[in-house]
């Protein structure tokens, strides 16, 4: 199964540059986004060996790219019979990549913003009132998306897809709910 050298068409090397380059954004470095775009986008589970001859990488900075793909739990490592190296690749579906990045940067962004919000509006009283309304208001927000966002990952993806697919139409959806009970916008 080991391949020595891997062939990137035009293509496949522009996306993999542009997940590089988008890399920063996301909140992961320029040869971590490369490598994740070079495994979504491989046929075959790669070894750390094929990725860094690949991606003209060091074999060191393929490594910490690893770990940090792993502590995203976007990586699955594969077993080769007969080959002791381990390989890695991304999971087949697109939708489970999705939610288990919706869940990691949920766990790394929003909920230490929603405990230190909890927190601060456990404490005493606070003298500014305006300061502490304008926090109220974004904790509550912060915990109607972090609600909306675990019943959106309990869907099924068929669903999911659907809802995505109504776009502008849940404002039509939404109209109707409220002809039937009653409410105004």
Excluded: C
């Excluded at 522009?14 to 040869?31: A, D, K, L, P, V």
């Excluded at 999705?98 to 601060?120: F, H, V, Y």
Aim: proline share 3%.
């Amino acid at each position: 199964m080991q391949q020595s050298d891997i062939e990137l068409d035009p293509t496949s090397y522009s996306f993999i540059q542009h997940f590089g380059e988008m890399g920063s954004r996301w909140g992961i470095n320029r040869t971590v986004g490369q490598m994740y775009a070079l495994l979504f986008i491989a046929e075959s589970p790669l070894n750390a060996d094929q990725i860094a001859e690949t991606l003209s990488l060091s074999r060191s900075n393929v490594s910490m790219g690893i770990k940090e793909l792993n502590s995203w739990n976007i990586l699955r490592s594969v077993s080769i019979p007969g080959d002791r190296k381990d390989y890695y690749t991304a999971p087949d579906d697109i939708w489970e990549i999705a939610r288990t990045l919706i869940d990691e940067r949920r766990k790394r962004e929003i909920d230490p913003t929603l405990s230190m919000l909890r927190n601060t509006l456990l404490q005493e009283p606070h003298e500014n009132s305006y300061a502490l309304q304008r926090m109220r208001d974004m904790h509550d927000l912060m915990e109607l998306i972090v609600s909306w966002s675990n019943d959106m990952q309990t869907l099924q993806t068929s669903r999911l897809k659907q809802l995505f697919k109504l776009g502008s139409g849940v404002n039509k959806v939404l109209d109707m709910t409220d002809k039937i009970t009653g409410k105004s916008k």
